[in-house]
């Protein structure tokens, strides 16, 4: 997966890092890092070596690679299904269903389940008729009986009972993101915990129970105040996408529209989950201290139990070309913000590799253009930073820039510089130098991600999903050797025109006297 800025983690994904890479592994990268691409494949060739891969009757495929150095393993259920994927009208789901995937199954996180049920379906009952009736006492005395039926399947239920069930047996980094294209169910165990695993994650895809679902749905609203409409920059991001995006589903956040959530059933939530969370749009991978036979036998037993289904639908919108600019701008109690997005191809285009190539020389660190020249030389911004496959890269994305104007200068002074960078990028060939230093950062990123279970479930899972085949991702050494100072201006000059263009402004409110 592209790296994501701490920026848009704060507004889009809750992303929880679990994984700690050791000294020795730490010494490993930093050796690698100065290497000679030559020498670097035989690495990747070991690496490669250790994967195995197999696919249940039901569609649900494993990806197992073996690392013996630490009694540990990682696990990730990667279901291919995210915001994108979400029907009109009922956007926040996929984030919701992420939520209640904690709250257990017919076993887990019950005293009773009999006698839980009927009052789960009871509190569904009253919620819509509480949507519908409008009048106060027949209001009032729903509300009533709604606040009793909750209080009672309250104590029947035992919060948090998967996690206590994991952290005593070992296990760390319990934890799942969302995203506009995916949803990630990830943490570590022991390796002689390998069957537990299995035991609890088949169960919990497999007989789920969305218990405690209205109390989840005031966290998710909470959750969208604080990084949406109390965030001027999570305001802007919303409104940002809205104008890039005219017909794909990127256009829409993922935590959902408030109105959306409001409207949101726990019916709504098991449709898109028996819908989505079928074993063929299912991928897991296994990394760690593990004998890829003896996952594969117990995946039979425990993963083997879920029906085949038909395939999910698929997203099906092509966003048409942007033929002009286009532009939004918000008044807000804030510092001056502006953004600046372009149209591009998604992670499994031949031309991807440039475009990491092209966000790496304008902001990737100190050493990046933006920063040289609008922080420290202009000094009209505080910072000034890009990322490449936002919202997300499965499909044709955007690559897109920011930055937090210094004090005393505007956005405009921003814009005009920021600009100048971009078209240099399309009348300068970049220096062998400079392409070599980030030749070499790119590297260096893929190996770093090789270097721990979890960052490397996660990559061979993305490259999996998105390209066709984790082994793509092991080509990206040669695709990132391959690029020339020609591409960086080839698709430079192809990607940042003014019709492609969107741009974001966020200017101080004005303060009446």
Do not use: C
Request: charged share 25%.
């Amino acid at each position: 997966m592209q790296a994501v800025s701490r920026f848009l983690a704060i507004f889009w994904v809750v992303v929880l890092s679990w994984s700690v890479v050791s000294q020795a592994a730490l010494a490993q990268t930093l050796t690698l890092e100065t290497t000679p691409v030559q020498s670097i494949q035989p690495y990747l060739d070991r690496v490669i070596d250790r994967v195995t891969e197999f696919k249940l009757d039901n569609g649900l495929k494993f990806i197992v690679l073996e690392r013996h150095e630490a009694p540990v393993v990682s696990f990730l259920t990667y279901a291919n299904v995210g915001g994108a994927d979400e029907p009109d009208k009922k956007t926040g789901v996929a984030h919701f269903l992420e939520h209640l995937a904690f709250k257990g199954t017919t076993r887990i996180g019950t005293e009773n389940y009999q006698a839980e049920k009927p009052l789960l379906d009871r509190l569904d009952q009253l919620a819509e008729q509480l949507q519908k009736d409008t009048e106060k006492t027949t209001r009032d005395r729903l509300q009533k009986e709604f606040d009793q039926t909750e209080a009672s399947a309250g104590k029947l239920a035992r919060q948090n009972e998967f996690g206590r069930i994991v952290e005593q047996a070992g296990g760390v980094g319990l934890n799942a993101n969302t995203s506009s294209e995916a949803t990630r169910y990830f943490y570590s165990f022991p390796s002689n915990k390998l069957e537990l695993w299995m035991s609890l994650e088949s169960e919990r895809f497999l007989e789920p129970v969305f218990r405690e679902f209205y109390k989840e749905k005031a966290v998710i609203l909470e959750e969208r105040r604080l990084r949406t409409e109390n965030s001027p920059i999570g305001q802007m991001i919303e409104v940002f996408l809205d104008a890039a995006f005219k017909v794909h589903p990127y256009r829409r956040p993922v935590i959902g529209y408030d109105q959306d959530i409001r409207n949101l059933t726990r019916p709504d939530v098991q449709q898109f989950f028996d819908t989505h969370y079928t074993p063929n749009n299912l991928t897991i991978a296994i990394v760690g201290d593990v004998n890829p036979v003896e996952v594969e036998r117990l995946a039979q037993t425990y993963f083997g139990r879920y029906h085949a289904q038909p395939k999910p639908p698929e997203v099906t919108a092509i966003e048409p070309p942007q033929t002009q600019t286009r532009a939004v701008t918000l008044k807000l109690n804030s510092q001056p913000w502006y953004l600046e997005g372009y149209h591009r191809p998604q992670l499994s285009h031949p031309d991807s590799v440039v475009y990491e190539a092209i966000a790496s020389l304008l902001s990737d660190g100190r050493t990046s253009r933006l920063y040289k020249s609008l922080v420290e030389e202009k000094q009209v911004a505080l910072t000034a930073q890009g990322f490449n496959g936002f919202p997300g890269d499965k499909y044709p994305t955007l690559i897109m820039f920011y930055a937090l104007t210094a004090p005393g200068k505007s956005v405009d002074d921003v814009s005009t510089a920021l600009r100048l960078e971009i078209e240099r990028l399309k009348t300068e060939p970049v220096s062998a130098q400079e392409l070599d230093r980030v030749k070499t950062q790119a590297r260096a990123g893929l190996l770093r991600s090789l270097d721990s279970n979890s960052g490397m479930a996660e990559s061979l899972l993305e490259y999996e999903i998105k390209t066709g085949s984790w082994r793509n991702l092991f080509k990206q050494v040669d695709a990132i050797a391959a690029i020339t100072p020609a591409d960086i201006q080839r698709v430079s000059q192809a990607t940042f025109t003014s019709q492609n263009r969107t741009i974001g402004r966020i200017l101080p409110q004005e303060i009446k006297p």
